[in-house]
Every structure is written in C-alpha cells, then in structure tokens.
C-alpha cells in the first residue's frame, strides 16, 4: 500500500511478511475502477490528511490468491 499511494505510509500495513515473491500482474487492458481514498493520521498534536483519486486495475497476486485482487494508482 505504501508504494501505491505514493510512498506515505498506512498505519497497520508492512511489507512483505514472508509472502510469495512471485510478480503481480496487472490487467491494465481493462476498464479502470475508479474511486477516492481519504484518510488521516494524528501524532501527538500534528494531524496529516491524504485525499488521493485512485484509478485500480483486475490484478493476480499469488500471494492474495483466494481473493479478488486490484492495484490502484494515484494521480500525483
């Protein structure tokens, strides 16, 4: 998640936990889905937003393999 919403990390979420190092393949020859991410994080006194337009494409990721899979990419 960290790379996909351009490098701002998510509380909660660490990379790989010993996961499959198999390559994710994306399907970017389909129609995009399309939606919003907002979210907030505090520290102490200081509080950061992140509002992002996300565009997410069908994926396969061997590590996620019983569930529907999407990567999604944020305009800069």
Same mark, same amino acid.
């Not at 010993?18 to 399309?34: D, F, I, K, L, W």
């Not at 200081?46 to 997410?56: P, V």
């Given at each position: 998640?960290?790379? #996909?919403?351009?490098? $701002?990390? #998510? +509380?909660?979420? %660490?990379? &790989? %936990?010993?996961?499959?190092?198999? +390559? $994710?393949?994306?399907?970017? &020859?389909?129609?995009? =889905?399309?939606?919003?991410?907002?979210?907030?994080?505090?520290?102490?006194?200081?509080?950061?937003? #992140? @509002? *992002?337009?996300?565009? /997410? =494409? +069908?994926?396969? @990721?061997?590590?996620? @393999?019983?569930?529907?899979?999407?990567? /999604? =990419?944020? *305009?800069?």
């Amino acid at each position: 998640m960290t790379q #996909l919403l351009g490098g $701002v990390g #998510l +509380p909660g979420l %660490s990379g &790989n %936990s010993g996961q499959s190092s198999a +390559p $994710v393949t994306v399907e970017r &020859n389909s129609a995009p =889905y399309t939606g919003t991410f907002s979210g907030k994080e505090t520290t102490g006194s200081e509080t950061k937003s #992140l @509002d *992002a337009k996300l565009q /997410c =494409y +069908p994926a396969h @990721d061997p590590a996620f @393999d019983k569930t529907d899979t999407f990567v /999604c =990419y944020a *305009a800069q």
